[in-house]
Nanobody, 115 residues
């Protein structure tokens, strides 16, 4: 069973930055696509950023130009650098690894942006 552990969440003022990390329990990264999702109170979970096993990336329109997803396969880790944070970015952020029908989720990390 693959386990994903997120870290790096916290409280930050609007305009600030945070960096999230997600590390897998063993090496799956070279074959899996990775993504960050978020869920704000009362809202559905939404895709924030995606990075393919090949390294290609895409982002939700709301975070383009502010967030950057990257991966380090040697460290089994995917990152989400979040800059120019806004109060609307407040949510629980989840890491996801998937390949075909296999999908794994982390437990989530809280990001709170104060205005």
């Amino acid at each position: 069973q693959v386990q994903l552990v997120e870290s790096g969440g916290g409280l930050v003022q609007a305009g600030g930055s945070l960096s999230l990390s997600c590390t897998a329990s063993y090496n799956i990264f070279s074959n899996y696509h990775m993504a960050w999702y978020r869920q704000a109170p009362g809202k559905s979970r939404e895709l924030v950023a995606h990075i393919a096993s090949s390294g290609g990336t895409n982002y939700a329109d709301s975070v383009k130009g502010r967030f950057t997803i990257s991966r380090d396969n040697a460290k089994n880790t995917v990152y989400l650098q979040m800059n120019s944070l806004e109060s609307e970015d407040t949510a629980v952020y989840y890491c996801n690894a998937y390949r075909g029908l296999q999908s794994y989720w982390g437990q989530g990390t809280q990001v709170t942006v104060s205005s």
